[in-house]
């Protein structure tokens, strides 16, 4: 079943509720017939009045389980309709009410179901039921309702208002059909061009996405880590993010799309380190006091590379993916880098990038350190809570306990041929330039 499809279905099966809805809702029209004919108000038997009941009660139920099945949807549709019509009628036979108006109910109640063959069906059925009750109520009529002098017998009055109501059946059946014709076409014309515009949105930013894990992979041939480790906070920043939102944090900043955004921008965030030395990032060994200054260039520097990118849409990636690559090092104490943030001055974005960071950081492996195991990192986040990390991002950093396990498992499964390929070419890479030390 394709997208229409489903839409009419669903569409079927929404209006099917209301039309049931309807004619249970008839159910009350006799008992206040019956209450009215007891205070002398009005005069219906109460036998038809118990007919009438009957009568809805048995058609809500029959259309009612006909729209539970989807193969019987349809078949309620035209029941619905149909049965709606007969209620009309049934007032219209003992002239209970002036029935004029009330005609067009169901032809344009058909037009909620934007089917052209309902409506001519359900306008059709109305006109003959129409008839009918015409010619019964001209049996029983006791006065002829016109001055004209012609008028005076029931067949008279039967043709006189036959003719009257035929023209107006005639401009409801035309506006009802026009109405359910038009909406049928202008729906479909507008699902093909948001379906039109969405696959051109999606493959926009598919392409984007593509493009930005490109230059994430062109960074990881100049860092053994780093092309690896973007690809790994990208899902830590989504998981993440999703489960602060879930947690009650941020909802309203933390949307699918933004969430996305977040996810995209964490490719970015190591960008910087293009600039830093590979003898520095690829050392073996932990840093000198130097190397650890030279690192610490590299968000200033990420925040210049980015702040070159194009505007992407509204520019709302460009603002996230520069605070990351910026801010990812600022802790929520104020004793991180470059600029020494605190708490909320440090953006949304880069709070959970700096989580993200880190955990990737503790369970995987440098040249420097093996890896801890998660026990041993989420034992970190946890000495870490309103230190290095806003105490809800690292609550929420915890939870994901189980999803970082098998994130994790999966990437070593992918990564570690190549990864041991890669640290042993700079093993001897390092060695070989000890020979002009």
């Known amino acids: 079943m394709n997208d229409n499809e489903l839409f009419f279905d669903e569409n079927i099966r929404s209006v099917n509720k209301v039309v049931e809805i309807l004619i249970l809702i008839c159910a009350v ?21 118990a007919l009438m009941f009957s009568y809805s009660i048995v058609a809500f139920l029959i259309d009612y389980f006909l729209n539970k099945f989807q193969k019987t949807r349809k078949i309620a549709m035209y029941f619905g309709i149909i049965c709606s019509a007969v209620f009309v009628e049934l007032l219209a036979v003992k002239n209970l009410i002036q029935v004029n108006i009330t005609y067009a109910a169901v032809p344009f109640l058909s037009c909620l179901y934007f089917n052209k063959k309902l409506t001519i069906t359900s306008t059709a ?4 039921l129409m008839i009918f009750a015409l010619f019964v109520r001209s049996r029983t ?6 001055k004209d002098a012609m008028i005076h017998t029931p067949n008279t009055w039967f ?11 005639l401009f409801i059946f035309l506006i009802a059909l026009t109405m359910a014709n038009r909406s049928h076409k202008a729906i479909l014309l507008l699902q093909k061009q948001s379906d039109d515009l969405q696959g051109q949105n999606e493959n926009l930013k598919t392409t984007q996405d593509m493009i930005i894990g490109f230059v994430a992979s062109c960074l990881g041939s100049h860092d053994l880590f780093t092309g690896r480790h973007v690809q790994h906070t990208k899902e830590y920043v989504r998981i993440i993010a999703k489960k602060l939102s879930e947690n009650g944090f941020y909802k309203d900043q933390l949307d699918d799309e933004t ?8 490719f970015l965030h190591d960008i910087g380190k293009i ?19 030279v690192m610490k260039t590299h968000p200033a520097e990420g925040k210049k590379l980015l702040e070159q990118l194009p505007t992407i849409d509204d520019g709302t990636f460009n603002k996230i993916a520069v605070d990351m690559a910026f801010c990812h090092h600022e802790k929520w104490d104020g004793s991180g880098y470059p600029r020494g943030l605190k708490g909320e001055e440090i953006p949304l974005c880069a709070r959970i990038m700096a989580a993200a960071d880190v955990m990737d950081a503790l369970i995987s492996k440098r040249l420097y350190k093996e890896p801890f195991t998660i026990d ?7 000495d870490s809570v309103g230190k290095h990390f806003e105490p809800c991002i690292a609550e929420a950093t915890i939870d994901c306990r189980e999803q970082i396990i098998e994130i994790a498992r999966n990437f070593k499964k992918l990564e570690s041929e190549s990864e041991q390929k890669e640290v042993e070419w700079w093993e001897n890479y390092h060695k070989s330039m000890k020979k002009y030390d």
């Open 125 to 128: 059925t109305s006109f003959v």
């Open 376 to 382: 041993e990192a989420i034992e970190i986040f946890q």
């Open 275 to 293: 600039h830093i030395p590979e003898g520095v990032l690829n050392k073996i060994g932990k840093f000198t006091e130097e190397d650890y200054e």
């Open 159 to 169: 043709i006189s208002c036959l003719v009257g109501y035929s023209i107006e059946f």
């Open 259 to 266: 969430i996305h955004l977040y996810e995209t921008a964490a």
């Open 29 to 49: 029209v006799p008992i206040a017939f019956c209450l009215l004919t007891i205070a002398g108000i009005w005069r219906v038997p109460h036998s038809y009045s």
């Open 141 to 146: 009529v006791l006065e002829v309702m016109a």
